[in-house]
Nanobody, 121 residues
């Protein structure tokens, strides 16, 4: 099992910034990708950004390109999401997602508990 602990959500005014963190821990595992999704009540969960663990290649949803930056600290098994120029439509619960594999097991997608981000206009 891989445990994910998220932090950094909160309330911010439009145009402001927040930084989310997600730390992965557990018994021996191989990390493939970490990323962030978000979900507003009544809507489907949507992709925000991800980073490949080995090469550091990043991917972003069009709605956040140029405003959000995903990065990782490999030594700490932690991924960050720097969110700048926040808009009210960024308001959602943000979920950390990890694609990892434990020895002898197939790849598995793990989810964090979610952290609320609220952007006021």
């Amino acid at each position: 099992q891989v445990q994910l602990v998220e932090s950094g959500g909160g309330l911010v005014q439009a145009g402001g910034s927040l930084r989310l963190s997600c730390a992965a821990s557990g018994r021996t595992f191989t990390m493939y990708r970490m990323g962030w999704f978000r979900q507003d009540p009544g809507k489907e969960r949507e992709f925000v950004a991800s980073i490949n663990w080995s090469g550091g290649i990043t991917y972003y949803a069009d709605s956040v390109k140029g405003r959000f930056t995903i990065s990782r600290d490999s030594a700490k098994y932690t991924v960050y999401l720097q969110m700048n120029s926040l808009k009210p439509e960024d308001t959602a619960v943000y979920y950390c997602n990890v694609l990892a594999r434990r020895p002898g097991s197939p790849q598995y997608s793990y989810w964090g508990q979610g952290t609320q981000v609220t952007v006021s206009s």
